[in-house]
C-alpha cells in the first residue's frame, strides 16, 4: 500500500466515522426534544389541575387584573426573551425558563377546569395528542418539503390573531367558531412544518454539544406551542362547557 492510498483510507474513515457521530447524534437529539416537550406538558397539566383546585389562588387572579395581565404579559415576555437570547444564555438557564413559562402557561390555563368538564378536557386532551402525534410523524417521514407552508400558516395565523381580536369587540359566536375551526387547520399544519424543520435542523449537527441541544430546546418549545393551541381550539370545538 503507497502512502496515497493510506492518506485515502484515513480519510475515508473520518469521514464515515463523521457520519456514524452524527446519526448518534441526531435520534439523540430528536429525543431531547420530545422529552422536554413532554416534561413541559406535564407541568403545565399539573400546574393547570393544582391551580384550578385552589380556590385562594383562583379568586386572588380572578378579582386581580393586574396579576392576571401581568401572568399574560410574563408568558410573552418569556417566549420572545428565549428566542431573542438563547445565543447568549447557557442550556441551563434557557432550560429554566421554559420551565418557567411551562407553569405561568398552567396558571392561566387553570381557567379551563371552570369553563369546561374534566371528562371533556381530558378526552379532548387525547384527541389532540392523537392528532398531532400524526402530523408530526407526517413532517418527520414525507419527502415532500413542506418549507412553502411557512409563509402561508404564518400569514393565515396573524389573520387568525386580528380576527379574534376583532371578534372580542363583536362578540360573535359564529365568528368564534369559524375562528376556532381554523385555528385547529392552522395548528395542525404548523406541527408538520415545525417537525420537519427541527428534524432539517437537527441533521445538520454533527455532535450533541450545547449549541445543537438548545436547537433542540426551541424545538420543543415550538412543538410545545403547537400542541398547546392545537388543544386550546380543539377544546372550543368538542368541550362540554359548565353552565
Known amino acids: 500500500m503507497d502512502l496515497q492510498q493510506f492518506q485515502n483510507q484515513v480519510i475515508n474513515g473520518t469521514a464515515e466515522e463523521s457520519r456514524w457521530q452524527t446519526g448518534l447524534a441526531f435520534p439523540a437529539l430528536m429525543r431531547k426534544v420530545y422529552i422536554w416537550m413532554a416534561l413541559a406538558l406535564t407541568i403545565t397539566g399539573v400546574t393547570a389541575l393544582g391551580v384550578a383546585n385552589s380556590p385562594g389562588i383562583m379568586t386572588a387572579i380572578m378579582t386581580n387584573q393586574p396579576l392576571f395581565w401581568g401572568l399574560l404579559i410574563g408568558e410573552l415576555a418569556l417566549v420572545w426573551g428565549v428566542t431573542a437570547a438563547i445565543n447568549r444564555i447557557s442550556l441551563t438557564t434557557a432550560t429554566l425558563l421554559f420551565v418557567l413559562y411551562s407553569v405561568l402557561n398552567g396558571v392561566t390555563m387553570s381557567f379551563i377546569f371552570l369553563a369546561y368538564t374534566y371528562e371533556s378536557v381530558a378526552s379532548v386532551f387525547f384527541i389532540t395528542a392523537g392528532t398531532f402525534a400524526v402530523m408530526a410523524l407526517y413532517g418527520y417521514f414525507t419527502k415532500s418539503d ?20 376583532v371578534n372580542l369587540f363583536i362578540g360573535s359566536s359564529m365568528l368564534s367558531m369559524i375562528l376556532s375551526y381554523a385555528g385547529v387547520l392552522i395548528f395542525v399544519g404548523l406541527t408538520a412544518y415545525d417537525t420537519q424543520k427541527i428534524k432539517q435542523m437537527l441533521q445538520d449537527a454533527e455532535v450533541a454539544d450545547e449549541s445543537a441541544q438548545k436547537v433542540a430546546l426551541m424545538g420543543a418549545l415550538s412543538l410545545y406551542l403547537d400542541f398547546i393551541n392545537l388543544f386550546l381550539y380543539l377544546l372550543r370545538i368538542f368541550g362540554s362547557s359548565r353552565d
Open 146 to 165: 413542506l418549507s412553502s407552508w411557512g409563509k402561508i400558516l404564518f400569514m393565515a395565523l396573524i389573520g387568525l390573531i386580528i380576527a379574534t381580536i
